[in-house]
Protein backbone atom coordinates (compact mmCIF):
# COMPACT_ATOMS: atom_id res chain seq x y z
CA UNK A 1 0.00 0.00 0.00
CA UNK A 2 2.61 2.44 0.47
CA UNK A 3 4.52 1.80 -2.46
CA UNK A 4 1.16 2.50 -4.53
CA UNK A 5 0.64 5.92 -1.99
CA UNK A 6 4.18 6.87 -2.90
CA UNK A 7 3.77 6.40 -6.57
CA UNK A 8 0.31 8.87 -6.61
CA UNK A 9 1.61 11.14 -4.13
CA UNK A 10 -1.01 10.72 -2.15
CA UNK A 11 -1.04 10.60 1.79
CA UNK A 12 -1.82 7.83 3.73
CA UNK A 13 -5.18 8.35 5.42
CA UNK A 14 -3.61 5.73 8.34
CA UNK A 15 -0.27 7.86 8.53
CA UNK A 16 -0.24 10.12 12.20
CA UNK A 17 0.76 13.18 10.06
CA UNK A 18 -2.46 12.94 7.49
CA UNK A 19 -4.28 16.36 7.65
CA UNK A 20 -7.96 16.61 5.89
CA UNK A 21 -8.55 19.90 7.09
CA UNK A 22 -10.54 21.73 4.97
CA UNK A 23 -8.61 24.97 4.85
CA UNK A 24 -9.99 28.10 2.79
CA UNK A 25 -8.56 29.21 -0.43
CA UNK A 26 -8.72 31.70 -2.76
CA UNK A 27 -11.50 32.17 -4.99
CA UNK A 28 -10.41 32.44 -9.01
CA UNK A 29 -12.95 33.41 -11.41
CA UNK A 30 -14.28 30.67 -13.30
CA UNK A 31 -14.27 27.86 -10.08
CA UNK A 32 -17.01 26.83 -8.31
CA UNK A 33 -17.94 27.95 -5.23
CA UNK A 34 -17.53 25.81 -2.84
CA UNK A 35 -17.19 25.25 1.06
CA UNK A 36 -13.45 26.46 1.24
CA UNK A 37 -13.39 29.39 -1.31
CA UNK A 38 -16.95 30.90 0.11
CA UNK A 39 -15.54 33.80 2.15
CA UNK A 40 -13.04 34.82 -0.37
CA UNK A 41 -16.21 34.37 -3.27
CA UNK A 42 -18.09 36.66 -1.00
CA UNK A 43 -15.65 39.48 -0.52
CA UNK A 44 -14.69 39.74 -3.86
CA UNK A 45 -18.47 39.62 -4.83
CA UNK A 46 -18.98 42.51 -2.23
CA UNK A 47 -16.58 44.64 -3.82
CA UNK A 48 -17.60 44.44 -7.20
CA UNK A 49 -21.12 44.97 -6.04
CA UNK A 50 -19.55 47.73 -3.73
CA UNK A 51 -18.28 49.54 -7.01
CA UNK A 52 -21.37 49.75 -8.74
CA UNK A 53 -23.00 51.40 -5.82
CA UNK A 54 -27.11 50.97 -4.76
CA UNK A 55 -27.88 53.19 -7.78
CA UNK A 56 -26.63 50.15 -10.16
CA UNK A 57 -29.84 48.24 -8.52
CA UNK A 58 -32.42 50.82 -8.76
CA UNK A 59 -34.14 50.61 -12.00
CA UNK A 60 -37.47 51.95 -13.03
CA UNK A 61 -38.25 52.88 -9.21
CA UNK A 62 -37.32 49.98 -7.75
CA UNK A 63 -34.80 47.77 -5.96
CA UNK A 64 -34.25 44.44 -7.50
CA UNK A 65 -31.93 41.25 -6.96
CA UNK A 66 -29.00 41.09 -9.78
CA UNK A 67 -29.14 37.38 -9.19
CA UNK A 68 -32.56 36.45 -9.32
CA UNK A 69 -33.13 37.32 -12.97
CA UNK A 70 -35.57 34.84 -14.13
CA UNK A 71 -38.49 35.82 -11.28
CA UNK A 72 -37.50 39.79 -9.95
CA UNK A 73 -37.27 39.78 -6.47
CA UNK A 74 -38.47 42.01 -4.76
CA UNK A 75 -41.88 42.60 -6.27
CA UNK A 76 -42.61 45.80 -4.54
CA UNK A 77 -39.00 46.72 -5.13
CA UNK A 78 -38.80 48.22 -1.74
CA UNK A 79 -34.99 48.27 -0.18
CA UNK A 80 -35.52 46.98 3.23
CA UNK A 81 -37.59 43.91 1.54
CA UNK A 82 -34.49 43.35 -0.86
CA UNK A 83 -32.43 43.39 1.93
CA UNK A 84 -34.75 40.82 3.41
CA UNK A 85 -34.58 38.32 0.72
CA UNK A 86 -30.73 38.72 0.46
CA UNK A 87 -30.44 37.72 4.27
CA UNK A 88 -33.04 34.73 3.97
CA UNK A 89 -31.21 33.41 0.72
CA UNK A 90 -27.78 33.81 2.44
CA UNK A 91 -28.86 31.35 4.94
CA UNK A 92 -31.72 29.04 3.58
CA UNK A 93 -30.49 28.50 -0.01
CA UNK A 94 -29.68 25.01 -1.21
CA UNK A 95 -26.62 26.29 -3.51
CA UNK A 96 -23.96 27.40 -1.97
CA UNK A 97 -22.82 29.59 -4.75
CA UNK A 98 -26.71 30.91 -4.27
CA UNK A 99 -26.16 31.31 -0.40
CA UNK A 100 -22.65 33.26 -1.15
CA UNK A 101 -24.27 35.60 -3.86
CA UNK A 102 -26.71 37.20 -1.69
CA UNK A 103 -24.54 37.26 1.24
CA UNK A 104 -22.29 39.37 -0.84
CA UNK A 105 -25.28 41.44 -1.92
CA UNK A 106 -26.23 41.98 2.19
CA UNK A 107 -22.56 42.75 2.85
CA UNK A 108 -22.12 45.54 -0.01
CA UNK A 109 -25.35 46.67 0.23
CA UNK A 110 -25.84 46.61 3.90
CA UNK A 111 -27.78 49.33 6.04
CA UNK A 112 -29.09 52.24 4.54
Known amino acids: ?5 AKTGFKSPYDSNYDDDDDPYEYNSG ?8 ESFIEKEAQKIGEKGKAAYFKRGTFRCPYCTT ?5 DGIYEHLMSHARGLSTGAADIKTRAEHAALLKALGPI
Not at 1 to 5: E, N, T
Not at 31 to 38: A, H, L
Open 1 to 5: MKRKL
Open 31 to 38: DDVEDGNK
Open 71 to 75: KPKPK
